[in-house]
């Protein structure tokens, strides 16, 4: 193909040619043109150290032993962000590693179990059944839909915690990305008229509220418009049964609403304990790969991640039910090799998962304080008892009823973190900031290598250039100007990208520098 000279215009019949056959000027003219890029680097260098040093909102640290901790992390979110406003605005995974800085930043110092899973797989009956009340809001149809965290108090309370304007304004956005994906949160919206809300909730001062049945509903379910703009709902008891643990309710993984299941996809990085609930059947990819997130956020130490077979009574011949289903499992999250930490060892494999029914023990305890039982409840334990015993005599079985429920086997398993939690917190919060740091700097390490890669390709067409030049000069001796002009434009692009390279890798090796140290 000819090559049209861009001084002279002329149409240059030769394609590989480097100069102009009729005025000697130079044709490949863009090879060049990456100078005025790596110029635009240079500059972007230093708005990325200037703005390294900007003053940026900063996050406390919630106890002092890690105050030194939180402050790397307010540094790495500074680069992070200094570095998204001065080199790469678009980039997905900058992003990320903001969100998640950000997301540390904001933990506060409870030792946090979070119960999650997917929707209905019995979530808010387990934390109800270990709390022997029914304060988390449980129904047929999806219902969780805001993070309820329930705790010890003096005074029962309940605080309830609203997305700010800035908050709102995301979610909206990351809501409104995908029409197609958030078909069902757009019309579940509108239905519920909450539009004509926003102004109302968003940005609204926390309220304490009466701790009711129908308040807890109105904030954590889903029928009620205000549930969209509830950021966090807190229970404070003093029938709680740990004085330094925090149970955390979500909402399901694979809500039709992605809002909703969004919020606890972030939320598992922040819980120190994860009790992933599922319900007894064959685990679904999307499961699996929740247990791993869990598994990838304890910092190498996967026991802190216990998975629930819930609805164990559902079953015909539970028991055997159970045992196949479990080895099913263990075939997936169990490890063959004797240290992994992206899996649970063999013991961890005995010792982690476990089965429950939790609404069985929950009507038994309704039976033992006296409550009446509706017909339908009599029913659900008349059916385990005839599974497990031929028998509907409730009563005569009630105690080995309870056991086989085996909440029990969930609380001693999350009561012995109660002698440790605090120093649990600690170890925590610093596994998980290593964990991100590397993360981050694993990422700048690789950016390193590839413009180090990209600089060591346009060495390689630099060279390609020269040599082609040395062939042409045979032909083109006369023209020894235009080719001493080439050459110096050629010294000048390769002194500029050697520049470039060689400063990004410094900058970004003296902001990872000071951060670490
Ligand atoms: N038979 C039986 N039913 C259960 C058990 N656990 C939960 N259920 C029922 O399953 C349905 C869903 O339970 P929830 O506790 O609301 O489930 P969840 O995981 O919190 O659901 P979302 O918050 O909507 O994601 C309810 O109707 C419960 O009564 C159980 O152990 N046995
Ligand atoms: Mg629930």
Same mark, same amino acid.
């Given at each position: ?25 130079? $044709? ?16 972007? =260098? ?29 540094? /790495? ?53 270990? $709390? ?18 329930? !705790? ?18 995301? /979610? ?6 995908? *029409? ?32 009711? !049945?129908?308040?807890? !509903? ?34 399901? $993984? ?18 120190? #304990? #994860? ?71 063999? *013991? ?18 309704? !039976?033992?304080?006296?409550?009446? /039982?509706?017909?339908?409840? =009599? ?27 085996? #909440? ?38 690789? /950016? ?55 400063? =990004? ?13």
């Amino acid at each position: 193909m000819a090559k049209i000279c861009p001084k002279c215009k002329a149409s240059c019949k030769n394609a590989t040619a480097v100069f102009c056959e009729y005025c000697g000027g130079v $044709l490949n003219d863009a090879d060049f043109q990456n100078k005025d890029i790596l110029g635009e680097y240079s500059k972007k =260098i230093k708005v990325l150290v200037d703005g390294f040093e900007v003053d940026r909102k900063k996050y406390h640290s919630p106890i002092p032993e890690l105050n030194e901790v939180y402050e790397k992390a307010n540094k /790495l979110h500074s680069f992070l962000l200094a570095y998204k406003e001065s080199f790469d605005s678009e980039n997905k995974q900058i992003d990320n590693f903001i969100k998640k800085t950000a997301n540390y930043l904001k933990q506060d110092s409870n030792f946090e179990v979070a119960f999650v899973g997917t929707v209905k797989a019995g979530k808010s009956t387990l934390i109800n059944a270990m $709390l022997k009340h029914e304060y988390a809001s449980s129904s047929v149809t999806p219902e969780t839909s805001v993070l309820t965290k329930f !705790k010890y108090g003096g005074v029962n309370s309940l605080k309830i915690t609203f997305y700010s304007k800035d908050e709102w304004d995301e /979610l909206w956005q990351s809501a409104n990305k995908n *029409k197609q994906k958030s078909a069902a949160f757009l019309n579940e919206f509108a239905e519920l008229g909450a539009e004509s809300q926003i102004s109302k909730y968003v940005g609204k001062e926390p309220i304490n509220e009466d701790l009711s !049945k129908e308040n807890l !509903k109105k904030y954590t379910g889903s029928t009620d418009a205000v549930h969209y703009f509830v950021k966090e709902a807190e229970v404070s008891f003093s029938g709680f049964p740990f004085k330094n643990l925090v149970f955390v309710d979500t909402p399901g $993984l694979d809500d039709a609403v992605d809002f909703r299941s969004n919020v606890t996809r972030e939320y598992i990085s922040r819980a120190n #304990v #994860v009790l992933m609930c599922i319900k007894v059947d064959p685990i679904h990819n999307s499961e699996l790969t929740t247990i791993y997130q869990a598994f990838d956020n304890t910092g190498g130490r996967p026991e802190k991640v216990f998975l629930i077979g819930t609805q164990l009574d559902i079953r015909n011949e539970p028991l055997k039910a159970w045992e196949e289903l479990k080895n099913d499992w263990k075939k997936n999250i169990v490890s063959k090799e004797e240290v992994d930490t992206t899996k649970f060892t063999r *013991k961890q494999g005995e010792t982690n998962i476990i089965g429950v029914a939790a609404y069985v023990s929950l009507l038994c305890d309704m !039976k033992k304080r006296g409550e009446e /039982l509706s017909r339908p409840q =009599i029913k659900v334990l008349e059916k385990i008892c005839y599974e497990l015993f031929d028998t509907h005599a409730i009563d005569e079985k009630f105690d080995e009823i309870y056991k086989f429920a085996n #909440v029990d086997g969930v609380y001693k398993s999350i009561e012995k973190f109660t002698a440790t939690a605090k120093q649990e917190i600690i170890t925590d919060a610093k596994l998980k900031f290593q964990g991100l740091f590397d993360e981050v700097k694993k990422y700048f390490l690789d /950016l390193n290598k590839d413009a180090k890669d990209t600089y060591q390709k346009g060495q390689g067409s630099v060279d390609e250039i020269i040599s082609k030049i040395k062939e042409e000069e045979k032909a083109l001796g006369e023209l020894e100007q235009t080719r001493q002009e080439l050459k110096a434009k050629i010294d000048e692009f390769q002194g500029q990208v050697n520049n470039a390279v060689k400063e =990004i890798n410094d900058a970004i090796d003296g902001v990872i520098n000071s951060i670490k140290e």
